[in-house]
């Protein structure tokens, strides 16, 4: 079975920094593409930032390029978003993702919440 687990969310003053991070368990991250996703209460899940699989090609939304960076650590089987100059903007529930063979997997989400 197939299982993300998100963590890393809390409450930081604006302008402040956050580590998010998504462990696997049932498969190999380094074999996907991985995203990270948000949401706000009662709005669409937005994607924020996505890695590629094998050359770890990045992107980014654009109000987000510049302060958060996406990474995968083989070896934790994980994929990290560092966030840096928070904004109260990025207020949402933060849910890493991946794809494997046409099932979607989202892990279950960590609030963030940056306050003015």
């Known amino acids: 079975e197939v299982q993300l687990q998100a963590s890393g969310g809390g409450l930081v003053q604006a302008g402040g920094s956050l580590r998010l991070s998504c462990t696997a368990s049932?498969?190999?991250?380094?074999?996907?593409?991985l995203g990270w996703a948000r949401q706000d209460p009662g709005k669409e899940r937005d994607w924020v930032s996505c890695?590629?699989?094998?050359?770890?090609?990045?992107w980014y939304v654009k109000n987000v390029k510049g302060r958060f960076t996406i990474s995968r650590d083989t070896s934790q089987n994980a994929v990290y978003l560092q966030m840096n100059r928070l904004k109260p903007d990025d207020t949402a529930v933060y849910s890493c993702?991946?794809?494997?063979?046409?099932?979607?997997?989202w892990g279950q989400g960590t609030l963030v919440t940056v306050s003015s």
């Open positions: 890695i590629r699989r094998r050359d770890d090609t990045t």
């Open positions: 049932g498969i190999n991250l380094d074999d996907y593409a």
């Open positions: 993702h991946t794809r494997s063979f046409g099932e979607d997997y």
